[in-house]
């Protein structure tokens, strides 16, 4: 097999083309499929909804279609991410000497992903249906008809799926700072970077989200409760880490011995 190293410009070029077709490929048949359960997955999101004492309605001629297309595109483009990671990992993996360094990315790609698919569960499952029973609450002692447009709707949804999905990768990110020798867990722990990032959270989920006290406590609240997962993640890397390094000191002590013995 040709070294991928030894490959020229334009052969590498050709690989980054049939990765790319095929990530398309795949995105465009993902995209198909989920058009055929257009239907069963708008009603499932429109439940949430519904559940929660809202009325739904179009405004528009063209939203109905509008909206399914928007969700459809957004699921589609969210199964692809594995597929779009995994093909990066490939092309770049000849870059790296050893095999050992490929290993650990594709540990952390499998990780990531792992995480973004908790995140957006967690999301359908647990967030969203709390913030609009939240806002149906607030916005039930008002004397007007509550009735919203799907389209404002379908935009919270997918914002607070977007984020938490997004948000559940601090411990992976965390995970690979330390990892990388950046930070350390002694750090992390530290009264300073705790406060630096509560601030920083806080921060991001107020311009992330719309503006209203649910909607920021909701994304807001799992971005506090994942620095300790972050720091229980490093410190498992860590210990793993350490175990790997005494096995090759034990390998190679045991390797040595055994060549003086034979000479």
Known sequence: MKDKNAMSAKEHLAELRHRLIFVI??????????????????DVLFSIAKVAGFKLIYIAPQESIVQKLRVVVSIAV??????????????VSPVFATKEAVRSIKKFVTVAVVMFVVGVVFAFCIAC??????????SEKSALEIQISVE?????????????????QIPVVCTALVSSGVLSVEQ??????????????????????????ITLLVVM???????????????????????????????????????TGQS
């Not at 249906?129 to 607030?138: E, N, Q, S, V």
């Not at 990032?197 to 989200?209: K, M, P, Q, R």
């Not at 490093?234 to 880490?241: S, T």
């Open 129 to 138: 249906p709390i913030a609009m029973k939240f806002l149906y609450l607030l």
């Open 188 to 213: 992390l722990k530290s009264k300073k970077v705790m406060k630096v990032y509560f601030i920083t959270a806080t921060a991001l989920s107020a311009i992330l989200t719309p503006p209203d006290p």
């Open 78 to 91: 969210g199964t692809t991410i594995p597929i779009i990671l995994y093909e990066c990992v490939a092309f």
């Open 221 to 259: 609240l799992p971005m506090w409760a994942l620095y300790p997962l972050s720091l229980l993640m490093c410190k498992l890397f860590r210990k793993e880490r350490c175990k790997d390094g005494g096995r090759k000191k034990s390998y190679s002590k045991s390797g040595s011995r055994s060549g």
């Open 25 to 42: 490929v795949f995105l465009i048949v993902a995209m198909g499929i989920e058009l055929t359960f257009s239907d069963y997955i708008m």
């Open 152 to 168: 404002k709707y379908i935009s919270l949804f997918l914002t607070i799926v977007t984020c938490l999905g997004i948000m559940f």
